[in-house]
């Protein structure tokens, strides 16, 4: 009786674990290995992925018959029956026609190949970020057609399409995995700072142009989509192991360190999950331009000189020597005098680091395509920001958490973005404070004119100096005493300003500003038999402005507003599905303007008995909302007091400013206190006063910035050669822009009398403004790209033409546009995956032609510049590892991309890749 219970436990249990195996190969129409293919049973949660060779084993508990789905990037999926158990297959998958057989999903929030896609995309997939040249997938962008990328620091690189670039580019939106990834107090995105570990990077898309009709307001520029592997069918552990060093004439060579992780596993056919980790860290581009832009040829002995690179130098004011002693004028003059500044180096540590970390739960209750997901991405950075000033962005932090319920039909998805700016400061009033720490701005200029007189008259000499030595003698007995970098009196106080978040005492900048925002989107094409495509869905936001007091004018507390919107879609093929037709429309409404209606159409036709032309046209309008801090900034940067036009804002930003003692008849006062308001209402404009013509202005208060943008393309596949080109127009109205202004401390502006004795006396403060040109700003320009296959080899050249009209004229009256791109573009692309066994290589070269840089911090021009980047890999099946070895800009000629930035030199590497 125990035997038959035995053996009837046993066969029982083996019939419980009895498992079907499948082996086989994975090769492309070459017969050549495709490593790393997925393969999945259809419908189920459960798959593999082959190795280096191509082969997999696969074991399930299913019974045949059953269907595996096997795909590669850079391949046509294909499906294969199974029909019994320990069957052995041999798979063929062919490689995508074209690059232009690639699915997108971004241009209509619908999957489609580009080919047929109604408006510009550019696609990075897992195939191009392999084989990218630079040190990361990020940096490898920039030899897409049409993107241009700005390098503010190792560690935050500003991707941009088209045109009015700067490196707080709120003009351009990034999603990550479907959440915006804009830093919400900042307004604009850090680059891949705390964005997405390469491991876990499945496609990124860009999207160059407006898209306001589907994504909103942030979507003016372009948009930048990166879409992460997902855990059922990309499960195991990779990781990766990337150093070499940074080169630079003004740092030297540095280590670069980069390493990742990521881990993902589906538990069963309901729950699966993932997590990643990178870790980056490097030198960061050194900036030490001295030269004064103001003065050219100017140097330290030029007693206002201010420096490029150098801060503190700012803090200047005309001293009358005559007055100050009593003498009568012309006895010894008066000059413009500037305290001594600090280099920029010994101001920052250029510690660049990147650490970031992301993880993600999906459930599938019902196993099939309703998914839950929770996503949760962090990330930490040191980094260097250049805006109005220079800021070193120390242990800023930003988190996302994301829920999400989506299947093929529908999404829904509210997340939250939050910032914490860590210890982060501005360099220039690090600077200035720092001075003022070891003496005040009044007792070193008295000191500094009392020496400047006694030396030109002789004074304890009976020689009287000439301007040159006594400005150089008084500025030696001025500067006794100045803290020195490097000692501990200097750090003492420069910890000290750095922590202190009061600019007038400090330099540092206190935000912990976030956003919360749902948004949804449902294809009801399956409700009426796929007649045609169409898509509703809407958002909704709310900000958060939590600055205390260092940024915004939060001073009582968090500021908050809302926006919201809702769209439609509808996409119809007809003509044998020769020909797509797209039209959109989408209303958004912020509480501080009046709702306003993006429409977009589009069509699309492919031609040729063998369908390889496509032809577009497109027409849409956009608009883009003012950012929180053309809302509600109020912040005194050294060069002017800037105050956003949000209505409540006016009144919240209250200064109060010293009087000369020949003001002070008039004022009544040694202090008057400003109003915000002032600076709207009761000013002359800057550009005026510098012409000798004082002008009283009266600002209006920003509105919304609008866009009507065409755009003409055509796609082809000529024989071996692969064809892609387009050309847009672009119409602004309501151009957002900023102003200065002077605010006359008692009087007002226009009044003819005590303004202008305000004026004279030295009695006003500049004030920066935001509002609307009324001038209407036009745009064009249009990209070529050709990709074939020489002999194996892929080779491709493209070229990018942009073009601001009336630049010249713009900047010759005061509009300030920050267009900052170059006018003409070239870049090229050439290598082979598969030279000889598991090898390959890769080389991209890019040619930028000059242009001039208008922001801010500061304009000029920047010089043309080349560079080849380039890579060789070599792939070692029986460890599932590849490895690599590259640089970026090999060439080691320096470059910059902005006035004020550090040269870019060159960063050389190996990495160390498994299971990738």
Same mark, same amino acid.
Do not use: C
């Given at each position: 009786m125990k035997k038959l219970f035995f053996v009837f436990t046993f066969l029982f249990g083996a019939t419980l674990i009895a498992q079907t195996t499948v082996t086989g190969k994975v090769v492309d129409q070459n017969g050549e290995p495709v490593p790393s293919a997925n393969v999945l049973l259809l419908g189920k949660a459960e798959g593999t992925v082959a190795d280096f060779d191509g082969n997999f084993t696969f074991s399930t508990s299913e019974t045949p018959p059953f269907k595996l789905k096997i795909s590669s990037i850079g391949y046509t999926d294909t499906t294969v029956d199974v029909t019994s158990n320990n069957e052995v297959l041999?798979?063929?998958?062919? =490689?995508?026609? &074209?690059?232009?057989? =690639?699915?997108?999903?971004?241009?209509?929030? &619908?999957?489609?190949?580009?080919?047929? +896609?109604?408006?510009?995309?550019?696609?990075? #997939?897992?195939?191009?970020?392999?084989? &990218? !040249?630079? =040190? +990361?997938? *990020?940096?490898?962008?920039q030899n897409l057609k049409g993107v241009d990328i700005n390098t503010n620091s190792l560690?935050?690189?500003?991707?941009? !399409?088209?045109?009015?670039?700067?490196?707080?580019? !709120?003009?351009?939106?990034?999603?990550? %995995?479907?959440?915006?990834?804009?830093a919400p107090g900042l307004n604009f995105v850090l680059g891949n700072l705390v964005g997405m570990n390469e491991l876990d990077v499945q496609s990124v898309e860009i999207l160059p142009?407006?898209?306001?009709?589907? *994504?909103?307001?942030?979507?003016?520029?372009?948009?930048?989509?990166?879409? +992460?592997?997902?855990?059922?069918?990309?499960? #195991?552990?990779?990781? *990766?192991?990337?150093?070499?060093?940074?080169?630079? %004439?003004?740092?030297?060579?540095?280590? *670069?360190?980069?390493?990742?992780?990521?881990?993902?596993?589906?538990?069963s056919d309901k729950f699966a999950g993932k997590v990643s980790f990178s870790y980056l860290q490097g030198e960061d581009w050194h900036a030490n331009r001295t030269d004064d832009l103001s003065n050219p040829g100017a140097d330290r002995s030029d007693p206002n000189y201010n420096g490029l690179n150098v801060y503190g130098d700012e803090v200047s004011t005309l001293l009358n020597f005559d007055a100050a002693a009593g003498l009568p004028?012309? &006895?010894?003059?008066?000059?413009?005098?500037?305290?001594?500044?600090?280099? =920029?180096?010994?101001?920052f540590n250029y510690d660049a680091q990147s650490v970031k970390a992301d993880w993600s739960l999906h459930y599938k209750p019902f196993a099939n395509d309703l998914e839950l997901i929770y996503n949760g991405r962090i990330g930490r950075g040191n980094t260097i920001y250049q805006g109005a000033n220079r800021y070193a962005v120390d242990g800023f932090k930003m988190q996302q958490h994301k829920l999400e319920l989506k299947n093929d039909n529908f999404f829904i998805r509210a997340y939250i973005v939050a910032e914490n700016s860590g210890d982060a400061y501005d360099t220039r009033f690090a600077a200035i404070n720092t001075n003022s720490a070891w003496k005040s701005n009044t007792q070193w200029f008295t000191e500094y004119a009392q020496t400047f007189i006694g030396a030109k008259l002789g004074v304890g000499t009976g020689v009287p100096a000439t301007d040159e030595q006594a400005h150089a003698a008084a500025r030696v007995v001025a500067d006794t005493g100045r803290l020195i970098p490097g000692t501990a009196a200097f750090e003492n106080a420069f910890n000290r300003v750095i922590s202190d978040g009061d600019l007038t005492t400090g330099a540092k900048f206190i935000d912990n500003t976030k956003f919360r925002h749902v948004n949804g989107n449902y294809n009801l094409a399956h409700l009426i038999d796929d007649w045609a495509d169409i898509q509703v869905g809407g958002s909704w936001r709310e900000y958060e402005l939590n600055s205390q007091g260092t940024i915004f004018t939060d001073f009582d507390g968090p500021i908050t507003y809302q926006e919201y919107g809702g769209y439609m879609q509808l996409q119809k093929k007809l003509m044998d599905d020769r020909l797509k037709l797209t039209l959109s429309g989408r209303y958004d409404k912020n509480e501080f303007f009046d709702g306003f209606f993006s429409p977009r159409a589009g069509i699309s036709a492919t031609l040729g008995e063998n369908r390889n032309h496509n032809v577009r046209a497109s027409v849409q309008q956009g608009f883009r909302n003012p950012t929180t801090q053309d809302l509600f900034i109020g912040l005194n940067v050294g060069a002017a007091i800037l105050v956003g036009s949000a209505p409540d804002n006016l009144d919240r930003d209250v200064r109060t400013f010293d009087v000369s003692q020949q003001g002070q008849a008039f004022s009544g006062s040694p202090t008057v206190d400003v109003v915000g308001r002032a600076a709207y209402e009761n000013a002359f404009s800057l550009s005026s006063v510098q012409a000798g013509n004082p002008t009283a202005v009266n600002i209006p208060l920003v509105q919304p910035e609008e866009i009507t943008a065409f755009e003409l393309g055509y796609r082809s596949q000529l024989g071996k050669f692969t064809i892609d080109l387009s050309g847009y127009y672009n119409i602004y109205d309501q151009f957002v822009s900023q102003t200065q202004t002077l605010v006359p401390l008692y009087g007002e502006a226009g009044d003819g009398g005590l303004s202008l004795l305000a004026l004279q006396n030295g009695d006003f403060e500049v004030y920066q403004v935001y509002t609307n040109s009324q001038e209407q700003i036009t745009s064009y320009g249009g990209t070529i790209g050709v990709d074939t296959k020489i002999a194996g080899f892929d080779l491709g050249v493209n070229y990018t033409y942009t073009l601001l009209e009336d630049a010249e004229d713009l900047r010759a009256r005061g509009i300030r546009t920050n267009f900052n791109s170059p006018e003409h573009k070239v870049k090229a692309s050439f290598g082979k995956t598969d030279l000889f066994k598991n090898f390959g290589f890769g080389v991209n070269y890019r040619w930028s032609d000059d242009f001039f840089w208008e922001a801010s911090f500061a304009d000029g021009d920047v010089p043309a510049y080349s560079v080849l980047d380039a890579q060789i890999n070599y792939s070692v099946p029986s460890i599932k590892s590849v490895f690599k070895a590259g640089g970026s800009n090999l060439l080691a000629d320096e470059y910059f991309q902005a006035i004020g930035s550090g040269l870019i030199g060159s960063i050389y590497y190996v990495s160390w890749t498994i299971n990738p």
């Open positions: 041999s798979i063929t998958l062919n =490689e995508a026609s &074209t690059l232009l057989d =690639e699915i997108v999903i971004s241009a209509s929030r &619908t999957p489609e190949r580009i080919f047929e +896609s109604p408006v510009s995309v550019e696609r990075f #997939g897992l195939k191009e970020i392999k084989n &990218t !040249t630079a =040190e +990361s997938f *990020y940096g490898g962008l560690t935050f690189q500003s991707v941009n !399409t088209r045109g009015f670039a700067t490196f707080a580019n !709120t003009r351009f939106l990034q999603l990550v %995995d479907g959440m915006d990834n804009t142009g407006a898209s306001s009709a589907l *994504y909103g307001a942030g979507a003016f520029n372009g948009i930048l989509f990166m879409r +992460s592997k997902n855990p059922w069918d990309f499960q #195991g552990i990779s990781a *990766y192991v990337k150093t070499g060093l940074t080169s630079q %004439d003004a740092a030297g060579d540095n280590p *670069y360190y980069d390493v990742g992780i990521r881990a993902a596993h589906a538990f004028t012309g &006895t010894v003059g008066s000059a413009r005098v500037s305290r001594t500044g600090y280099n =920029e180096v010994d101001l």
